[in-house]
């Protein structure tokens, strides 16, 4: 059996990836506090408030590191600027999922943070292959997921976004080592 560290950090060239920390809930929330970054995601409530980035911790830390790793996309000069997880669900494979604030956008730091996560995926948690989408209205992340290796698959999904409080459609994509 695989032996899996419970707060790995990897490293890249600006960023580190991170456990999350209660200190962090506060610019968590700020950053996703933004309509535009939380309505790209399905579980992130809008408003998002301090409370909701202290439960977020929470359940980080209640994670079983065997299914599932989040960390803290944490930038070499701006401090925490989103979130990224690997998570086993329904699918055969675990999926990915990521979100960057707003002011950190175009940069290639998503690109950056997938990149990283994927080499510990494959390395340290022994993943050959991961899952991913994105929302038919947000090509910026296909384009990001696309750069990482990932391929779409034909699949379309309808998923519940909290924050637009409606149904979406999502691009599936799979990515193997």
Not at 7 to 28: C, F, G, Q
Not at 58 to 68: F, G, H, I
Not at 135 to 149: I, Y
Request: proline share 6%.
């Amino acid at each position: 059996m695989c032996v899996i560290e419970r707060t790995p950090v990897i490293e890249t060239r600006r960023l580190a990836l991170r456990a999350p920390e209660p200190r962090d809930a506060a610019r968590l929330s700020e950053l996703a506090s933004d309509y535009d970054v939380a309505k790209m995601t399905l579980r992130m409530p809008h408003p998002y408030q301090v409370a909701d980035g202290l439960a977020f911790v929470e359940a980080v830390q209640a994670q079983d590191p065997r299914r599932a790793a989040t960390f803290v996309i944490d930038h070499e000069d701006g401090g925490p600027i989103g979130v990224i997880g690997l998570f086993e669900d329904a699918d055969p494979a675990p999926e990915v999922g990521y979100w960057i604030g707003r002011p950190f956008w175009g940069r290639g730091l998503a690109t950056e943070a997938l990149e990283g996560a994927l080499v510990w995926a494959r390395k340290a948690w022994k993943r050959r292959a991961l899952t991913a989408g994105h929302f038919t209205d947000n090509p910026a992340s296909g384009r990001v997921l696309e750069k990482a290796g990932f391929l779409y698959t034909g699949e379309v999904r309808r998923g519940f976004s909290k924050a637009r409080g409606d149904w979406t459609r999502t691009r599936r994509m799979v990515w193997l080592a």
